[in-house]
């Protein structure tokens, strides 16, 4: 109830604000509208709306051989262009695989940001991270615990914008020893 109370305050809040001029508005209130518009990174963000097939490999251990990997991607708008989620499908090891992120952009702290939990785990993965060239590069990192040795790891995700229809995801693993751990690779290209 108090959630309800808190959002109906806010909506009030910018809805009232936007009916004043900017001349006439609280500086408050300005800054509380600007950080909410979405802005360049969720335009940035936005590309990777569509369906998508992916192909590419998995490692499980340092030094082991790749699995292959396929399967399907949904990534649709959500909030107005402010965060954006992505409904993944596919096999691991033989066994269905469903995964759900949101992804978004923090314009108040200046970072993207990211949660990610699937069908093989009960763990959500909190992501932080930036882009460079333009957009074309997003890094990320999630701190996580390894479920069959307890350490503490990172897993540090790199998605790059190839082309309107073309993009290549890479993970790594950081903390396993002094080179991070490519753990998969999977290269996207839209339906």
């Given at each position: 109830?108090?959630?309800?109370?808190?959002?109906?305050?806010?909506?009030?809040?910018?809805?009232?604000?936007?009916?004043?001029?900017?001349?006439?508005?609280?500086?408050?209130?300005?800054?509380?509208?600007?950080?909410?518009?979405?802005?360049?990174?969720?335009?940035?963000?936005?590309?990777?709306?569509?369906?998508?097939?992916?192909?590419?490999?998995?490692?499980?251990?340092?030094?082991?051989?790749?699995?292959?990997?396929?399967?399907?991607s949904e990534v649709s708008e959500m909030l107005g262009g402010r965060y954006f989620r992505t409904d993944f499908k596919g096999n691991f090891m033989g066994m269905p695989f469903h995964g759900f992120?949101?992804?978004?952009?923090?314009?108040?702290?200046?970072?993207?940001?990211?949660?990610?939990?699937?069908?093989?785990?009960?763990?959500?993965?909190?992501?932080?991270?930036?882009?460079?060239?333009?957009?074309?590069?997003?890094?990320?990192?999630?701190?996580?615990?390894?479920?069959?040795?307890g350490m503490k790891l990172k897993m540090k995700s790199v998605t790059e914008i190839v082309s309107d229809s073309e993009f290549k995801w890479t993970a790594y693993v950081l903390g396993m020893g002094?080179?991070?751990?490519?753990?998969?690779?999977?290269?996207?290209?839209?339906?």
């Amino acid at each position: 109830m108090k959630r309800f109370a808190i959002a109906a305050v806010l909506v009030a809040l910018v809805a009232g604000g936007a009916s004043l001029g900017a001349e006439e508005m609280d500086p408050n209130m300005k800054a509380m509208i600007e950080a909410g518009t979405p802005g360049e990174h969720h335009a940035h963000l936005a590309q990777a709306v569509g369906s998508w097939n992916y192909k590419g490999k998995m490692w499980m251990a340092p030094g082991a051989p790749p699995m292959d990997a396929a399967g399907t991607s949904e990534v649709s708008e959500m909030l107005g262009g402010r965060y954006f989620r992505t409904d993944f499908k596919g096999n691991f090891m033989g066994m269905p695989f469903h995964g759900f992120g949101m992804d978004g952009y923090d314009k108040v702290a200046d970072k993207h940001i990211g949660v990610w939990s699937d069908n093989m785990s009960t763990t959500m993965m909190h992501f932080e991270g930036e882009c460079s060239d333009g957009g074309k590069t997003m890094t990320m990192v999630a701190p996580f615990t390894d479920a069959a040795s307890g350490m503490k790891l990172k897993m540090k995700s790199v998605t790059e914008i190839v082309s309107d229809s073309e993009f290549k995801w890479t993970a790594y693993v950081l903390g396993m020893g002094e080179q991070p751990f490519k753990t998969m690779e999977l290269v996207y290209t839209r339906q």
